[in-house]
């Protein structure tokens, strides 16, 4: 496994300050009430994960990244969550999970969407329930993930950082930039990002290929209808 992009310890303990809980991980949580198994795929440094244990609920949090794990694992609750490394290889295909989350864009991270939403399906029994969210392409975000638009100075608990985004390849919904952090030794830490715009269609497809039978593309958290100019795709499929 790779840890890339999330294998520095110095910005891993900065990833919830720069990604706090919201209405985000406010629907997640709605859609697991009631439920008895959920699996968070891609979950990072176990945010959202460790916020969805419950009395007679079983949580597990799968993620590529070792140094984002170990940072989730120190957490307080994390006794209460299954922590297990790896990609949707290592997605155990018991069909007795009730609800799949995917939260903070994983599945745009993810080369083999179509692979992954079968080991996700596997894992679900009949009924349950995959849920995720997607940056919308129409609406090409990567045009502002510039130098100029995205530079910033800010103090840490690492120190004083500089940091600016700036894009270096496009093709075909693949979207590839790099994120630079300059620290005050002068270090500037790159970090590559591959990130995979889909569309509605191409999403829905994949994941009635996997064997999912009622799909719903809303245009944001609250179930605002899918539109041009949604900025996100929140997917919810049920097998």
Known sequence: MTDDPYGDEQLVQLYDLDNPAGDDHAYYRALAEGTTKVLDFGCGTGLLTRSLVAPGREVIGIDPSATMLGY??????????????????????????????????????????????????????????????????????????????????????????????????IADGRVVFDAHNVFEDGHDAVYRNVLYFRSADEITADLRTAGFSDVVVDGGWNGEPLAADSRLLVVRATK
């Open 72 to 169: 989730a694992r120190k957490q307080p609750g994390a006794d209460a969550v299954t922590w297990i490394e790896g990609d949707h290889h290592a997605v155990e295909p018991a069909g007795d999970v009730d609800l799949v989350v995917s939260s903070g864009n994983t599945m745009m991270h993810v080369a083999e969407h179509a692979a992954s939403v079968v080991a996700l399906a596997a894992a679900l029994r009949p009924g349950g329930v995959l849920a995720f969210e997607s940056r919308n392409p129409a609406m090409r975000a990567w045009e502002q993930w510039t130098s100029e638009a995205t530079y910033g100075e800010r103090d840490t608990v690492a120190g004083h950082l500089k940091e600016w985004l700036e894009l270096i390849e």
